[in-house]
């Protein structure tokens, strides 16, 4: 199968010839049908920093985020079947851990990351854990399906504690319009958040239309610094400022 492989320890990666996996025991094969990229790919792309000191081990197929359909189920499978349409969950946990074992999975202690520490979804075929291939419902359709992990990621920055009450009717201020930036403001928005107050750089003309598009009540040129942005904010909330700040942008402060 086609698969684009991480095997130099150098900017970029090659498009390859490598061996289709197969199923194990209580895993899944998947036909790929969409991938999206993130910015983790960009990082392992271009090989800077992070990359160079988070990947261990090369070659690696890279790409954690996937929408694809189930051709082949290993042994004691029970949850999906050929045929059915599944999203990766990009964390990869053993399951018998301390952590695991006392439900806090999410900090396994050998925690291993789609496309970061076992081949990814850049390829034609991924081979995932049963708990990891995610049955998705038919209205579901592989665009959407290829981007639950980044609306995961928003979701939860949004809610940590499944909560709605800690945004509902709060004026909330995202900082960044960048796609996870995106989906918050649509998230808080259809949870009824009252005033949902984004900043992005100005230049970003197309995040600032998308930014109206998902229902942002105001958007700010975060150019204007920091003293202005304040005051805005305040203006817009009855001096008050807001309830709630997610940071979205990932710039240093
Ligand atoms: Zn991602
Ligand atoms: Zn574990």
Redesign the pocket.
């Known amino acids: 199968m086609h698969a684009v492989v991480k095997r130099y320890r150098r900017p970029g990666a090659e498009l390859e010839e490598v061996a289709k996996p197969t199923a194990g025991k209580g895993e899944v094969l998947v036909e790929t049908r969409m991938t999206?990229i993130?910015?983790?790919?960009v990082h392992i792309w271009d090989w800077n920093h992070w990359a160079q000191t988070r990947l261990k081990k090369l070659p690696i197929i890279f790409g954690?985020?996937m929408c694809g359909e189930v051709v082949e189920v290993g042994k004691g499978v029970k949850s999906v079947k050929v045929g059915d349409m599944v999203s990766a969950e990009?964390h990869i946990v053993d399951g018998t851990c301390y952590q695991c074992r006392t439900g806090r999975m999410h900090i396994c202690r050998d925690m291993k990351i789609l496309g970061v520490d076992t081949d990814g979804v850049f390829a034609e075929y991924v081979k995932l854990p049963e708990m990891n291939a995610r049955k998705l419902p038919p209205k579901v359709g592989p665009r959407l399906g290829s981007l639950l992990?980044?609306l995961g990621?928003a979701t939860f920055t949004v809610m940590p504690n499944d909560c709605i009450s800690d945004v509902k009717g709060k004026n909330v201020v995202v900082t960044g319009a960048g796609p996870i930036g995106l989906m918050a403001v649509a998230i808080l928005k259809s949870v009824g958040a009252k005033q949902v107050i984004v900043s992005e750089l100005g230049s970003e003309k197309v995040r600032f239309s998308l930014a109206k598009k998902v229902g942002a009540d105001m958007i700010l040129d975060a150019g204007m610094g920091t003293e202005a942005l304040v005051k805005s904010v305040k203006e817009a909330t009855d001096g008050n400022g807001a309830d709630v700040c997610l940071e979205m942008s990932g710039a240093a402060v």
């Open positions: 999206s993130c910015g983790t790919d954690h985020e990009t992990e980044p990621n």
